[in-house]
C-alpha cells in the first residue's frame, strides 16, 4: 500500500474509534457559549450572507460568525417581540420553526428535527435559557488533523478531524460540530463531518472554525504523472530548498536557468527600472567568469538607478504626492525617503521614524505620513497595511468576515493615533471646496487628550496595539515611540513578513501571500515556510533591503527561464518558471527614452529627468484628465498610481486597448521613433553594414543580438530601402518597442 494511502487507513481506523466516543465526550452541561454558538455557526445562521450581515437580515442581527456570544444572545432571548424563544414551547420558537423551514425562511432549511443543532436549540431552550457566563470554560486552542497533506491521483478525498482543547484542560472531537469552509471555489466539496472530496486537480485550502478559532488545512491534490522522473536540479540557497521540496511533491520540474541575455535583461528591470544600454548586454554575454552574476547583482544594486527605482516603491505606498502634501512637503519626503534607501538605512529604523517623527513637515519630513493620511482610522489602517501586511478595513463597520479582528481591535488601534493633530502655517489652498488638498508648511504634533469613540458601544475606544496589549509608556516616550518599538519588534512577527513578502512580490510577481499587504489565515502563503525563512532571515540582517534582494536574486528559483516545460505548464503559484509580466509605466517610458538616445522631458522637471526619478503627481494630476500627449497621460495609461490609497493594486499592469494604440500609433512612441536627433540618426549615418545596424538595433532594444532569420529579414529591408536608410531604420525600431519581448519583463 502506497504510504500515503497508510497513512490516510490510519487515519481513518482513528476517526472510527473517536466518532464512537464523539457523543459520550459530550459535556454534561449545556451552555450558550460553547453549544448553542456552535449550533449556529454549523447551521451558517451567523455568516454575512444571512444574520451575520452589518444590517442582519428580516430583522434579526448576529455577530459575524459567532465573534460575540453576548450580543447573539441577546438578539435571540432578548428581542421585543418574543417570538424567537418560546420557553413554554420550545419546539414553537421561531428559531426552530424557520431554521427547520416549517415556516416560510428566506435562507431555506437549515437543519431538520433529528439533528444535533435542533436538539441544542431544543434543550437550551427547555431549560430556561440560560446566558452566557463569566465561568464558562472556554475554549483555548483547535487542532486539525491534517494540517497539510499530499494526495496522489488514487485518493481522491481525507476526512479532516477537530478536536478542541478547553481552558479546563478537557479535550474532545469536535468534527461534527466544526464548520468547514473551502477558500477556493471548484476544486474541492466537504460534507458536514469533514470528509473532503476532490473535485479537480490542485491545491485547496479549507478553513476548520469552531468557537471563534479557525486553522487552515492546506491540501495538495497531485495529478498522477507515471513517466515523471525528477530532475534533481541545482539548489542555490534555503529559498530553492523550499521551491524545489513542493515542486518535487507536485510532480512538477522546474525549468532550465534562463540565458544571460535573459538574465541582464531581468536584473536591469527589477533593480534599476530601465533595460541594460547595448554595451552593457553585449560585456554580460561576453563574460565568461563563473561568478558573472553575482557581480552584476551587486554592482546593480549600488547604482544611482537602483535607489531611485526603489524610492518608488516606498513612495507609491507612502502616498508621496502634492496634492495633500503640496509641493515643497512631497520633495521633502521623497527626498527622505530617497536617502533612506541610497544609505541602506534598516527598514525597521525607517518604519520607527515614519511612526513616531512630528514636527515641520518641511523639516521633519517623516512627519508628512500622518499629513498624508488626516484621520486616525486612516493612520491606522495605512500603519496595518503598509507595515504589516494587515487589511484592517471590513472591520470598522463589523467583525472582519475573513480574519481575527474585531470592531474592537480596530477602533483600539486607531485609537493609538488619536491625539495626532495639525498646525497649518498659511493656508494657501487653490481650491477651498478641496478638503483634501493643503499649500502650506503644516506641524504635526501631539495633543493633550484625544479620544475615538467606538461605534459598537458608543464609548471612547482605550488605546490598544493591533493584537497585543499595550504596555504601561515610559515617562519618556509617548504612545507614537511606544507603538514605533512594538510594530517592528521581533515580538510583532508580522512586520518582518510583511517587508519579506513585499520584497519578494517587487522580485518575483507575486508575493508568497498574494495580495502581497493581505496576510491572514483565510489566505495563507503558498509556501509559509519560505515565506517564515525569508522573514527570518531580512529580520536575522538587520532589515537591510539589498541583504534580501541579493538572497532572492542569487536563487535557481529567481534565474529560472520562462519557457514552461511538460510538467508544469498550468503552474502559476508555485514558481516553476518565470512568468512574463508587463513592464511598469515607468519601466516602459524610461525604456524607450534609453533605448532610442532620446533624454526624456516630464513636465516641470530638468530635461533627462527620468519616471523613476518623479517625486510624485503634481496636485493629484496623473495626466488622465490632461494633455492626451502629455508623459504624465502615458504613464497614467500604464497603471502609475495617484499615490491616493496605501495599496500595491493602485498600480496595475493589465492591458487596455488605450495603452495598446500608445504604442500602435501613439503619440510619444512615434514622436521618440521620428526624432531627429535620436539614435537612428547617428546609426544612419555611419558606415556600418545592414548586418551591424541591425544589431545595434536588436542590442540596443532588446537586449540581445537577432536570430539569423531575422537578421536576414531586417537587413534585406534596409537595403530595399538604400536610398532612405533612417526610413528603414525607424520601421525596425517601431517594431522592435512593439514587440512582446521589449514590453514584457523576461
Known amino acids: 500500500m502506497p504510504r500515503c494511502l497508510l497513512h490516510l487507513s490510519l487515519i481513518a481506523c482513528a476517526l472510527v474509534s473517536s466518532r464512537a466516543l464523539a457523543t459520550e465526550a459530550q459535556p454534561q452541561s449545556l451552555t450558550f457559549r460553547n453549544n448553542v454558538m456552535a449550533a449556529i455557526s454549523k447551521a451558517g445562521c451567523n455568516l454575512g450572507t444571512c444574520h451575520g450581515n452589518a444590517s442582519g437580515k428580516g430583522g434579526f442581527k448576529l455577530s459575524l460568525r459567532g465573534q460575540d ?3 447573539d444572545y441577546a438578539a435571540l432571548a432578548l428581542d421585543a417581540d418574543g417570538r424567537r424563544i418560546d420557553s413554554f414551547a420550545p ?10 423551514n416549517k415556516l416560510a425562511h428566506e435562507g431555506g432549511k437549515r437543519f431538520d428535527s433529528q439533528s444535533w443543532e435542533y436538539a441544542t436549540l431544543r434543550d437550551w431552550i427547555a431549560r430556561g435559557v440560560a446566558a452566557p457566563n463569566k465561568d464558562d470554560v472556554l475554549l483555548t486552542k483547535l487542532e486539525v488533523t491534517p494540517r497539510t497533506a499530499i494526495l496522489e491521483a488514487g485518493t481522491n478525498q481525507v476526512q479532516l478531524t477537530a478536536y478542541a482543547v478547553f481552558s479546563d484542560g478537557t479535550e474532545r472531537d469536535v468534527s461534527p460540530y466544526a464548520v468547514y469552509e473551502p477558500l477556493q471555489n471548484g476544486l474541492v466539496e466537504v460534507s458536514r463531518s469533514g470528509l473532503v472530496k476532490r473535485l479537480k486537480f490542485g491545491e485547496p485550502t479549507v478553513l476548520v472554525r469552531y468557537l471563534g478559532q479557525s486553522v487552515p488545512v492546506r491540501l495538495m491534490f497531485v495529478e498522477d504523472r507515471p513517466d515523471f522522473i525528477w530532475g534533481k536540479p541545482r539548489r542555490n540557497n534555503y529559498i530553492d530548498s523550499a521551491i524545489f521540496t513542493k515542486l518535487k511533491a507536485l510532480r512538477m520540474n522546474p525549468s532550465g536557468l534562463c540565458s544571460d541575455e535573459v538574465f541582464i535583461r531581468r536584473a536591469h528591470l527589477d533593480l534599476l527600472g530601465q533595460p541594460p544600454t547595448a554595451d552593457e548586454a553585449r560585456a554580460f554575454v561576453m563574460d565568461e567568469h563563473a561568478d558573472k552574476r553575482p557581480r552584476i547583482i551587486d554592482a546593480l544594486l549600488a547604482r544611482n538607478e537602483f535607489t531611485d527605482y526603489w524610492t518608488m516603491k516606498w ?24 536617502e533612506s534607501v541610497r544609505s541602506n538605512r534598516p527598514i525597521d529604523a525607517m518604519v520607527r521614524d515614519l511612526i513616531a517623527t512630528c514636527g515641520s513637515t518641511y523639516h521633519e519630513p517623516a512627519s508628512n505620513f500622518y499629513r498624508a493620511n488626516r484621520t486616525p482610522v486612516e493612520r491606522s489602517v495605512s500603519a496595518a497595511q503598509v507595515f504589516l501586511g494587515t487589511r484592517l478595513q471590513c472591520a470598522q463597520c ?8 474585531t470592531q474592537d481591535d480596530y477602533y483600539s488601534w486607531a485609537s493609538v493615533f488619536s491625539r495626532i493633530d495639525y498646525k497649518l502655517i ?6 477651498k471646496n478641496d478638503k483634501h488638498e493643503f499649500i502650506g508648511e503644516q506641524i504635526v504634533f501631539l495633543k493633550d487628550k484625544g479620544e475615538l469613540e467606538n461605534p459598537r458601544t458608543g464609548d471612547a475606544a482605550k488605546p490598544r496595539f493591533l493584537g497585543a496589549n499595550m504596555h504601561a509608556l515610559a515617562k519618556a516616550e509617548d504612545e507614537l515611540q511606544a507603538t514605533a518599538k512594538w510594530l517592528t519588534s521581533a515580538a510583532n512577527p508580522l512586520f518582518a513578513k510583511a517587508q519579506a513578502n513585499r520584497i519578494w512580490y517587487h522580485l518575483m510577481g507575486r508575493g508568497l501571500v498574494d495580495p502581497v499587504d493581505d496576510i491572514r489565515l483565510t489566505n495563507p502563503a503558498s509556501h509559509p515556510e519560505l515565506l517564515d525563512a525569508l522573514a527570518k532571515d531580512i529580520a536575522n540582517s538587520g532589515f537591510d533591503l539589498r541583504h534580501l534582494i541579493r538572497t532572492i536574486m542569487l536563487s535557481r528559483t529567481y534565474q529560472l527561464d520562462n519557457k514552461p516545460n511538460a510538467t508544469n505548464t498550468a503552474d502559476l503559484t508555485n514558481y516553476s518558471h518565470t512568468l512574463p509580466r508587463r513592464l511598469t509605466a515607468e519601466q516602459l517610458y524610461d525604456g524607450i527614452h534609453l533605448a532610442l538616445g532620446v533624454l526624456p ?16 503627481p503634481i496636485n493629484g494630476k496623473t495626466g488622465r484628465k490632461g494633455d492626451p500627449n502629455s508623459p504624465e497621460t502615458f504613464l497614467a495609461q500604464f497603471g502609475k498610481p495617484a499615490r491616493q490609497i496605501v495599496c500595491e493594486c493602485e498600480r496595475t499592469s493589465s492591458t487596455s486597448l488605450s495603452s495598446t494604440f500608445q504604442f500602435i500609433s501613439g503619440p510619444l512612441v512615434n514622436t521618440l521613433v521620428g526624432d531627429k536627433h535620436n539614435i537612428l540618426r547617428d546609426i544612419a549615418k555611419s558606415d556600418a553594414s545592414a548586418d551591424d545596424m541591425v544589431a545595434t538595433l536588436y542590442w540596443r532594444i532588446l537586449g540581445r543580438a537577432p536570430s539569423k532569420l531575422e537578421n536576414e529579414h531586417m537587413t534585406a529591408w534596409i537595403n530595399s530601402l538604400k536610398d532612405d536608410k533612417r526610413a528603414a531604420l525607424q520601421d525596425i525600431a517601431w517594431g522592435l518597442v512593439n514587440a512582446k519581448e521589449f514590453i514584457l519583463r523576461p
Open 69 to 71: 456570544a453576548a450580543f
Open 91 to 100: 419546539e414553537q420558537s421561531l428559531i426552530l420553526q424557520k431554521a427547520t
Open 315 to 338: 513612495a507609491d505606498v507612502l502616498k508621496v504626492e502634492s496634492r495633500t502634501l503640496d509641493e515643497t512637503g512631497m520633495k521633502a519626503f521623497h527626498a527622505w525617503i530617497r
Open 398 to 405: 463589523h467583525n472582519h468576515p475573513f480574519d481575527k479582528w
Open 426 to 431: 498659511g493656508d494657501k489652498r487653490s481650491d
Open 601 to 616: 522631458q516630464l513636465s516641470g522637471l530638468p530635461l533627462g529627468t527620468r519616471a523613476a526619478q518623479k517625486p510624485g
